[in-house]
């Protein structure tokens, strides 16, 4: 019992970094109708933008802080303007083949830059703690903890000021909410801006356990899809129940089945979702004419 109680808080703990990547998948949904399935780069990219600001001499939060900076212009502003704006009247396809020529492009444009795997330094001390009997890490505490400060902060966010509501109400019907005199451009850019810190976030604290590499976003990525469909893609709750659900079922088969059998969960989990219950587990229907 004691086993498997840590099993799943080590993966309540991965899980929520899955989900912030996944948060970032339902927000563009929501707000803009994008698929971004360079997701995963978003996050790979910010970890190297932080191992360089970090070479140069800066700490770790100084580093992170420049990083959102640099994100928002480049992940967000830059990848609104440049990509979705020009591809969106031709439809959701173009979207998705764009973006995933631009997580090829990154990858291997990074590769270029260095293919070697860079230690990352954690925000958290190697310790261990004892809860209830439990033994857990210092950081897969911490990064909970983080984690759920930032999901929760982004709930606040959109249910409780003034532009997080203009925000959902731009999500639920873009018409109505420009009649109702919303800057509707302003307000889609916000959330890809949103998109962008919560992937530096999610490169803060995954970093330090898988390395920065080329190649870390693209099982990253995939995870966050998968978790935000069994979530509920319309729903940015979902993106966290979706993401928990991924990390303890990754923790388990891996400690009960087989380690070979990890990075098979997430698209089991997937594929029973969608047969059973499409919407996802949070998710409502959505009717659409034609």
Same mark, same amino acid.
């Given at each position: ?7 799943? *808080? ?14 970032? *998948? ?6 803009s109708g994008t698929i971004n399935f360079a997701q995963g780069e978003f996050v790979m990219l910010p970890a190297f933008a932080m191992l360089f600001f970090a070479a140069q001499g800066a ?7 420049? !990083? ?7 992940? %967000?502003?830059?990848? +609104? /303007? ?6 969106? /009247? ?8 764009? !973006? ?19 230690? *990352? ?5 190697? +310790? ?9 890490? =210092?950081?897969?505490? &911490? ?64 970093? $330090? ?10 099982? =990253?990525?995939? +995870? ?6 069994? %979530? ?16 303890? &079922? ?8 087989? $380690? ?15 047969? *059973?219950? $499409?919407? &996802? ?6 009717? /659409? +004419?034609?």
């Amino acid at each position: 019992m004691t086993d498997l109680l840590q099993l799943t *808080f080590s993966g309540i703990a991965t899980g929520s970094i899955y989900a912030l990547a996944a948060l970032g *998948f339902t927000l563009l949904w929501q707000a803009s109708g994008t698929i971004n399935f360079a997701q995963g780069e978003f996050v790979m990219l910010p970890a190297f933008a932080m191992l360089f600001f970090a070479a140069q001499g800066a700490p770790l939060p100084v580093a992170f802080v420049l !990083t959102i900076a640099v994100a928002v212009a480049v992940l %967000g502003w830059a990848f +609104k /303007r440049g990509v979705v704006d020009p591809l969106f /009247r031709h439809g959701m396809m173009a979207i998705v083949v764009a !973006t995933i020529g631009l997580s090829i492009a990154m990858r291997n444009g990074v590769r270029i830059y260095s293919a070697d795997a860079h230690p *990352f330094p954690s925000l958290f001390a190697d +310790k261990l703690l004892r809860v209830g009997g439990v033994t857990v890490s =210092l950081a897969d505490a &911490g990064t909970l903890a983080f984690a759920l400060v930032l999901v929760v902060a982004t709930q606040a966010f959109l249910a409780r000021t003034l532009t997080g509501r203009a925000m959902q109400a731009v999500a639920q019907n873009t018409e109505s909410a420009a009649v109702l005199g919303i800057n509707v451009p302003l307000m889609i850019l916000y959330t890809f801006a949103i998109n962008a810190v919560l992937a530096c976030a999610a490169a803060l604290l995954v970093t $330090p356990v898988y390395f920065g590499k080329f190649d870390m976003g693209e099982s =990253l990525g995939t +995870k966050a899809f998968f978790a935000a469909v069994i %979530g509920g893609f319309n729903n940015s709750r979902g993106a966290l129940l979706g993401g928990v659900i991924v990390g303890i &079922g990754e923790n388990l088969a891996a400690a009960y089945i087989s $380690p070979a059998y990890k990075d098979a969960v997430a698209l089991a989990l997937f594929m029973v979702v969608i047969l *059973f219950k $499409p919407q &996802g587990l949070l998710g409502r229907k959505e009717e /659409r +004419k034609v």
